[in-house]
């Protein structure tokens, strides 16, 4: 029994290096290919995160004009007519949840000795739970402290690692262009929002404090809003823009400030995750399609070397279709091993890759088990279909063949 | 009244190189018997080999008839033709074309795997017996490799005959070895066909020739008359 499979299949180990290019070649494609899936879906998983940082139901009304370009809202245009009142108006509207003013500016911020520069955000208590910010230390500020101009900061995850580092920040007293405010609390890590800045190089003050003292203006920049669904974003929309035309005087067409709906954010970014998205499934194709190239070429390689092989066995009484049924379990068994190989490499690559690049991990099992499928199906159809191109041949002229 | 084995009617093979066309048999006819040892001579270029893939089944003829064994090749299908192949005939090539990771005693096995019985330890004994008698028996777990180009020759002619075919065919069996090889050899021939066996091997060298009850010349796709 050993001997006849012996006979049959013997020579699938005789030329070892023939073998293990070949086995190499699927490992190959199916690793890559493992790999370009898993990356492609922790970047879109990645992508929708930033854009969730930024709700759906949050609106901006920006002093001046702006333009929405990449994502990013950019103020082309700053006026100085927007105020805090003017925040304090826009919550008579039933639909808003949460509002802020807004003033950001930059800030020279000192801790024992370190210095830095960091983006300073002047806003009231409902901030923090407009944007969903998740707070890793402390607490939110107080609306007290907000009418009462205390200087309280809340710091971002970066500005807090570099002040302090494993010191704990709470209670301490920083200076922010030269005056002192005690930390009260410390945002989790946020990363970059969907507007494209980055939430962990900010502090947090309250706007009263930022506008009287830190800035010394009596204008804001922006205020945030949220509603309490996003169904009423068009009638709060309308609301706030009648209200604000109202409130400066001015008319539609030379108005004095935007409003900027998530949505408008969202689009463009949700555009440039759709087109990442179909660029990494066209790089997937590629790497199939070279990945099978490169097993067809490898397999046909190794069959047309043993066309001698096959010439003996035909002159000796092989029938057509044991010859193909020999190369097709030498196909399946090179292919099959070469896939599961492969994909082991591939999950074990995708554990150690993904955390190094700080993506999710995540595994699209259908698209890696169908893309794997195929790059085998190619193997066992480049293992076979030479073989039965010779069993077609006069034996004479597969002898003949080195 | 002995049978006829091999009959070739007006047997032509044109080979075709880009346009020019090679017409290497130029009408052959010719018929063996059972028990029949002939020898076909012939320089090389001559067609000698040609005939005997032809005869052995491993090429086809442009056009003529060819009944082997009362059966015209020309209707068979690539089973049938495959079964002929395995059971009826043993063929000897001048390059041996062993299979290379095989032991000896796995080479002479080999056409067994292709019969429809398989094989049995019984068979095992029989390839034993076989190398034993073509004084092969301490090479019987050797690769080609280790083997002398003699005793190479010697393994192929086991395989050959390990299916007890009615007809064997040697095509320069002794081209690639020396004079002790060649005489062994050739001595091995001259029994095999006194036991009953019908022989038809293909030389250049009229001493091998010799050994035969029959020489026939082919002289650029013809035989000719001595």
């Known amino acids: 029994m050993i001997l006849k499979y012996r006979l049959l299949f013997g020579g699938l180990f005789y030329k070892k290096l023939r073998l293990i290019l070949s086995v190499i070649g699927i490992i190959i494609g199916v690793t890559s290919l493992l790999l370009m899936n898993a990356f492609g879906e922790a970047a879109k998983i990645k992508t929708i995160k930033e854009i969730e940082t930024f709700g759906p139901e949050v609106m901006m009304v920006v002093a001046g004009s702006v333009r929405v370009h990449g994502g990013r809202a950019i103020q082309t245009e700053i006026t100085t007519t927007l105020k805090p009142d003017d925040a304090e108006a826009l919550r008579k509207i039933a639909a808003v949840r949460y509002i802020s003013p807004v003033f950001n500016g930059d800030g020279i911020l000192r801790y024992s000795g370190k210095v830095l520069t960091t983006i300073v955000n002047g806003v009231n208590e409902e901030y923090i739970p407009l944007r969903k910010f998740p707070l890793a230390e402390g607490r939110n500020f107080l609306k007290d402290e907000i009418i009462g101009y205390k200087k309280v900061a809340i710091l971002g995850q970066k500005i807090k690692t570099q002040l302090f580092e494993n010191e704990d920040p709470v209670g301490k007293i920083i200076l922010l262009n030269r005056l002192p405010f005690r930390v009260v609390g410390v945002l989790a890590p946020i990363g970059i929002d969907a507007s494209n800045a980055d939430q962990d190089d900010q502090i947090l003050i309250p706007y009263t404090v930022a506008l009287s003292a830190v800035y010394n203006v009596d204008y804001i920049r922006s205020i945030y809003l949220s509603l309490e669904s996003i169904t009423q974003i068009s009638l709060a929309e309308k609301q706030i823009n009648e209200l604000l035309i109202r409130r400066h005087k001015v008319g539609e067409k030379n108005k004095d400030f935007e409003i900027v709906k998530a949505e408008d954010i969202l689009k463009t970014k949700t555009q440039t995750t759709e087109l990442f998205s179909i660029l990494v499934k066209s790089i997937s194709i590629l790497c199939l399609l070279v990945g099978a190239l490169g097993v067809t070429a490898i397999m046909t390689l190794a069959v047309n070397e043993r066309k001698k092989e096959i010439g003996i066995r035909k002159a000796l009484g092989a029938e057509n279709k044991i010859i193909l049924l020999q190369f097709l379990v030498e196909s399946v068994l090179i292919t099959l091993s070469g896939g599961i190989i492969g994909i082991l490499i591939g999950i074990l690559g995708a554990l150690i890759l993904l955390p190094l690049f700080k993506y999710p991990l995540v595994f699209p099992w259908i698209p890696i088990f169908s893309s794997s499928l195929l790059t085998i199906f190619f193997g066992i159809v480049a293992g076979i279909y030479p073989a039965y191109r010779a069993t077609k041949i006069e034996p004479i002229i597969l002898l003949r063949s080195h | ?226």
Not at chain 2, 204 to 223: C, L, Q, R, T, Y
């Open chain 2, 1 to 226: 009244m002995v049978k006829k084995l091999v009959l070739l009617q007006n047997i032509v093979k044109t080979y075709q190189t880009g346009n020019i066309e090679h017409q290497v048999l130029k009408g052959i006819n010719l018929e063996v018997k059972e028990g029949d040892f002939l020898a076909i001579m012939g320089v090389s270029g001559s067609g000698k080999t040609t005939l005997l893939n032809i005869i052995g089944l491993l090429d086809k003829p442009t056009s003529g008839t060819y009944i082997f064994d009362g059966q015209d090749v020309s209707k068979l299908n690539s089973k049938e033709i495959a079964f002929i192949r395995n059971k009826k005939i043993g063929f000897i090539f001048q390059a041996f074309h062993l299979i290379p990771w095989a032991t000896t005693l796995e080479n002479v096995l080999l056409p067994l795997l292709y019969r429809k019985e398989g094989f049995t330890k019984e068979d095992e004994k029989e390839a034993v017996k076989l190398l034993e008698r073509l004084g092969l028996i301490d090479k019987i777990h050797a690769k080609p490799s280790e083997l002398s180009g003699g005793q190479q020759q010697r393994v192929a002619i086991a395989r050959a005959l390990i299916n007890k075919p009615k007809l064997l065919l040697a095509d320069e069996p002794t081209g690639n070895l020396d004079t002790q090889s060649s005489s062994e050899v050739m001595k091995i021939f001259k029994e095999l066909n006194q036991e009953g066996l019908t022989i038809i091997l293909v030389t250049h060298d009229p001493e091998i020739a010799k050994n035969a009850k029959e020489i026939k010349i082919i002289v650029d796709g013809v035989f000719v008359e001595k």
